[in-house]
T-cell receptor, first 114, second 115 residues
Framework: DSGVTQTPKHLITATGQRVTLRCSPR?????VYWYQQSLDQGLQFLIQ???????AKGNILERFSAQQFPDLHSELNLSSLELGDSALYFC?????????????FGPGTRLTVT | GENVEQHPSTLSVQEGDSAVIKCTYS??????FPWYKQELGKGPQLIID?????GEKKDQRIAVTLNKTAKHFSLHITETQPEDSAVYFC??????????????FGQGTILTVHP
């Protein structure tokens, strides 16, 4: 157990809908990263927050957004969902915002868009 | 941006044999190279990492080597056991500039250890 929690574990929704994925980092970690894992794209970085501020953005679609709250949990919002958004979404946490440091992953949320 | 290539995509070994997975990276500014193990239905688990100021690191049956000049790094698992069967990912991070700590992953290697 990495200490990172994610809810829900599974999510099934229809195209055009909006969902929110939640992540709680390890105790003491200030950084949260979101990654998407799909069969065709592999594991891809989406976005990073550090202590409530956005730090870095990857190939995140405009339909997707995230935030980190004062208690350090983070939410990833996916809207106008398309079939191609079906994937595993992981968050990871670490103690720092940059540099050579460990990232610990949560168990993921499996999103299925029908 | 950074690009990480990982080989082989699948690897099948007999229990007790060694397994080697290789990765190359493109950005010479990358300075942190972790390896993750992902079992079915679970998130990636950090198993070992190496920083650019170190050439080799060992942790029991697992070792990682880094060749900065050639821009490649490898994972070595000795005395493999059936419970080592999983998907293994290498990753690289530059950790600086606007990249912060984001990881760029290889495509993954499915390791199967036959009893």
């Amino acid at each position: 157990d990495s200490g990172v929690t994610q809810t829900p574990k599974h999510l099934i929704t229809a195209t055009g809908q909006r969902v929110t994925l939640r992540c709680s980092p390890r105790s003491g970690d200030l950084s949260v990263y979101w990654y998407q894992q799909s069969l065709d794209q592999g594991l891809q970085f989406l976005i990073q927050y550090y202590n409530g501020e956005e730090r870095a953005k990857g190939n995140i679609l405009e339909r997707f957004s995230a935030q980190q709250f004062p208690d350090l949990h983070s939410e990833l919002n996916l809207s106008s969902l398309e079939l191609g958004d079906s994937a595993l979404y992981f968050c990871a946490s670490s103690t720092r915002d940059r540099g050579s440091h460990e990232q610990y992953f949560g168990p993921g949320t499996r999103l299925t868009v029908t | 941006g950074e690009n990480v290539e990982q080989h082989p995509s699948t690897l099948s070994v007999q229990e007790g044999d060694s397994a080697v997975i290789k990765c190359t990276y493109s950005d010479s500014a990358s300075n942190y190279f972790p390896w993750y193990k992902q079992e079915l239905g679970k998130g990636p688990q950090l198993i070992i990492d190496i920083r650019s100021n170190v050439g080799e690191k060992k942790d029991q049956r697992i070792a990682v080597t880094l060749n900065k000049t050639a821009k490649h790094f490898s994972l070595h698992i000795t005395e493999t056991q059936p419970e080592d069967s999983a998907v293994y990912f290498c990753a690289a991070s530059t950790g600086g500039g606007t990249s912060y700590g984001k990881l760029t992953f290889g495509q993954g290697t499915i390791l199967t250890v036959h009893p």
